[in-house]
């Protein structure tokens, strides 16, 4: 059993072939990687992508198929740490880059709103203040008490969050279609192709998109985007449509929602065991999988069929927010990664942010995802 998303039809990628070195070689064939070499490629530079595997074979076709604005930090926590007007242009920005990667994704994405659904009264109130800064600050959001919900998680959970803008991503499909993109603009796509060594690739700058799967490319900033792994489930289609949105609660532990196809697709309770989860190693385990499906059979009144069971690895950052820039103390590599398990849109934009650096822009989001500050004392 296998990603449900990678079973899908995958398109035959145009084979482009550089003559001399490329400008910039793109470590990473996900969403990130695909994104930032598209993004290059349009700017004029030519480009060379080096995936390990296949196209999108690591987490972005392995993910939980959400596409949320925001980033992993809740709203009324971001105005905190970073600064209300920071956390206001960082959520306008992932708003843009929704709708850009939904522009580019076609029928891959759908915009269906999402819940961000309340555990017990504890998390009612949190998820209360963020949506009192959402709406605070202008942003679309509407509560829903308990009894407003659908069932059948009416009654087992507090409150809810509508995000009325967000929606649901084949995260798979949509990366092949940027790289399809970043292929008909000139990107040369090597699959299979492992990089042990930056200056082997005879670029003049070298961005390295593997989120949470180590690269050993990174130098002293090795490891500071934590390799962290999330187990998911599918189930066989059901008929009935039973959830019209991706439901996420219990702080992110729990999340699910329900494929074009019916397939319910569950993903979470890595908290059930947390240590083993900080990992590189994709592989599930019997226990979380087995709360996996003993939650959906509750929720659902019945045990499901169950014909799909994997594990991604994301990069987690300890204050939850990209790491994008340069790597300190080199003057042509650079990092794009650390979405602590908002990857889909994050990733994008951040691909899409590292190549606006490359081609000479300042973008302000920069600064907030410097690398450097993860990197203080060595970097001094």
């Known amino acids: 059993m296998g990603s449900y998303w990678l079973d899908a039809e995958r398109p035959d990628l145009r084979q482009v072939r550089l003559q001399g070195p490329a400008d910039v070689a793109v470590v990473g064939g996900g969403i990130t990687g695909c994104a930032c070499a598209l993004a290059l490629a349009e700017g004029g530079l030519r480009v060379v992508l080096h995936e390990a595997r296949e196209v999108a074979g690591g987490a972005s076709g392995r993910n939980g198929g959400f596409a949320l604005r925001g980033g992993a930090m809740p709203y009324d926590s971001a105005r905190e740490w970073v600064g209300a007007e920071p956390a206001r242009d960082l959520w306008q920005w992932t708003?843009?880059?929704?709708?850009?990667?939904?522009?580019?994704?076609?029928?891959?994405?759908?915009?269906?709103?999402?819940?961000?659904?309340?555990?017990?009264?504890?998390e009612r109130a949190e998820i209360e203040r963020e949506f009192e800064a959402l709406r605070g600050d202008g942003f679309a959001a509407d509560w829903l008490d308990g009894e407003e919900l659908d069932p059948p998680v009416r009654g087992r959970f507090a409150a809810a969050i509508l995000h009325p803008e967000d929606g649901t991503l084949h995260p798979?499909?949509?990366?092949?279609?940027?790289?399809?993109?970043?292929?008909?603009?000139?990107?040369q796509i090597r699959e299979h192709s492992r990089v042990e060594d930056p200056a082997s690739l005879h670029a003049e700058q070298v961005v390295v998109a593997t989120d949470g799967y180590p690269s050993g490319l990174l130098g002293r900033l090795e490891g500071s985007i934590i390799p962290t792994r999330g187990q998911m489930l599918a189930t066989e289609p059901i008929p009935e449509l039973i959830f019209d949105r991706p439901h996420y609660g219990r702080h992110g532990y729990d999340y699910w929602h329900q494929t074009t196809d019916g397939s319910i697709l569950a993903?979470?309770?890595?908290d059930t065991d947390l240590a083993s989860e900080f990992t590189a190693e994709e592989a599930t385990t019997p226990g979380i999988q087995s709360a996996l499906e003993t939650f959906l059979a509750d929720l659902l009144g019945r045990p499901p069929r169950i014909t799909h069971r994997w594990a991604g690895i994301f990069g987690l950052v300890p204050d939850l927010l990209p790491v994008v820039g340069r790597v300190p103390g080199s003057d042509s590599l650079w990092v794009a990664g650390g979405y602590s398990g908002h990857g889909n849109v994050l990733g994008f934009a951040c691909g899409e942010l590292v190549a606006a650096a490359i081609l000479g822009e300042e973008p302000p989001l920069l600064q907030l995802f410097d690398p450097l500050r993860l990197d203080l004392d060595d970097a001094l």
Request: net charge positive; hydrophobic share 40%; glycine share 12%.
């Open 95 to 122: 708003e843009r880059q929704l709708d850009r990667l939904a522009d580019l994704s076609g029928d891959a994405l759908r915009r269906t709103g999402s819940l961000r659904l309340a555990a017990d009264d504890e």
């Open 172 to 187: 798979a499909r949509g990366t092949w279609r940027l790289a399809l993109r970043a292929a008909e603009a000139g990107v």
């Open 267 to 270: 993903g979470g309770f890595r």
